[in-house]
Nanobody, 119 residues
Framework: EVQLVESGGGLVQPGGSLRLSCAASGFTFDDYAMSWIRQTPGKGLEWVSGINWDGGSSYYTESVKGRFTISRDNAKNTLYLQMNSLIYEDTAVYYC????????????WGQGTQVTVSS
């Protein structure tokens, strides 16, 4: 059974940092590209960042470039998102998701972890 379990969310002040983790199981982790996607009540789902199977390529939405870093440890079957210089607009539920083998959809999602940026 494929499972993705996020952790590391919480309440942080503007300018602060958080590191999200996503523990993967039930599949060969390094066969798949992975992404972080966030959801807010007002904006809906927003793709944040993606990484290829070996971590050699990474991608970011414009609003997080220079502040967020995606990475993966294939030996630990874990995906990470280091978030620095957090701003109010980063408040959201963050999901990790697996990109399907056909590269056309995200076929498995975690349960999400809440990130709240507030003073």
């Amino acid at each position: 059974e494929v499972q993705l379990v996020e952790s590391g969310g919480g309440l942080v002040q503007p300018g602060g940092s958080l590191r999200l983790s996503c523990a993967a199981s039930g599949f060969t982790f390094d066969d798949y590209a992975m992404s972080w996607i966030r959801q807010t009540p007002g904006k809906g789902l927003e793709w944040v960042s993606g990484i290829n199977w070996d971590g050699g390529s990474s991608y970011y939405t414009e609003s997080v470039k220079g502040r967020f870093t995606i990475s993966r440890d294939n030996a630990k079957n874990t995906l990470y998102l280091q978030m620095n210089s957090l701003i109010y607009e980063d408040t959201a539920v963050y999901y990790c998701a697996r990109l399907s083998g056909s590269l056309t959809a995200y076929d498995y999602w975690g349960q999400g972890t809440q990130v709240t940026v507030s003073s």
